[in-house]
């Protein structure tokens, strides 16, 4: 009689054909401070994404924030000060996200593998991370002797955005504020306030140029877009490419 064992193989995940070639940033949500209708919460944060077919060292990449302060003036990324920008560590796995939320955002409907930033939602604290309103660029770095950025004394280079301090903003209507009326405009979604962004799954790369990436239209963007206030958390930290 044949024996039998009781021991066997997990077999390793299955890797699509089109695996991404490196870390992006695959979803984020957007809230304004002067919008009662949203009930005081303020679930911001940016989720990461390992789409290849490798686990990947995060110590060799971070995080940057940068506040635009009117519709019209055009500056570089900028990350002089350490409070704007965080370095990550530990492994991010093959085909895993990672979730990086405000110290405000529910921790219920965003679970995150860590916080970064100011814990005040006062307007006039909009500027600091990571309190996304629609105007606020958000930067993921990588380390490269040949980097244009120093952070904590190491040189990074850009390789993917949301948002570009470089680009105009457009001047919006709606809830009255003094720095939340202007917006990138993204997918041909006229109001990037209060919504929930998905990176879409024929994106296989990332995009340090923000007009490529956000598109003229929802055709052409790489991005989809919930509706008004319709912020949808059912996929934070499970990729999906909606």
């Known amino acids: 009689m044949a024996s039998c064992s009781s021991e066997f193989t997990t077999p390793p995940p299955v890797i699509p054909p089109d695996a991404l070639e490196e870390l992006i940033i695959s979803e984020m949500a957007t809230y304004i401070n002067t919008d009662a209708t949203a009930g005081g919460v303020r679930n911001h944060y940016v989720e990461i994404y390992n789409g290849t077919d490798k686990d990947i060292n995060l110590s060799n990449y971070a995080i940057g924030y940068q506040a635009t302060t009117d519709a019209s003036t055009l500056v570089d990324w900028n990350f002089s000060s350490a409070s704007n920008y965080l370095q990550f560590t530990g492994t991010l796995a093959a085909m895993k996200a990672y979730v990086i939320a405000s110290p405000v955002a529910n921790t219920t409907a965003v679970k995150s593998n860590i916080t970064w930033g100011t814990g005040s939602t006062a307007s006039a604290d909009a500027s600091k ?79 340090t140029d923000w007009n490529l990436s956000r598109g003229t239209s929802a055709a052409d963007s790489e991005w989809n877009v919930s509706e008004d206030r319709l912020w949808d958390y059912s996929n934070v930290g499970k990729f999906t490419g909606m």
């Open 129 to 207: 991370p990571l309190q996304l309103s629609g105007n606020s660029g958000v930067a993921l770095l990588k380390k490269d002797a040949t980097g244009t950025h120093t952070l904590n004394g190491e040189k990074y280079k850009i390789i993917d955005v949301f948002g570009d301090p470089n680009v105009a903003r457009v001047t919006s209507t709606g809830v009255t504020s003094s720095r939340n009326n202007f917006i990138w405009l993204i997918s041909g979604v006229t109001d990037t306030r209060n919504r929930t962004f998905w990176r879409k799954s024929t994106v296989i790369k990332p995009q």
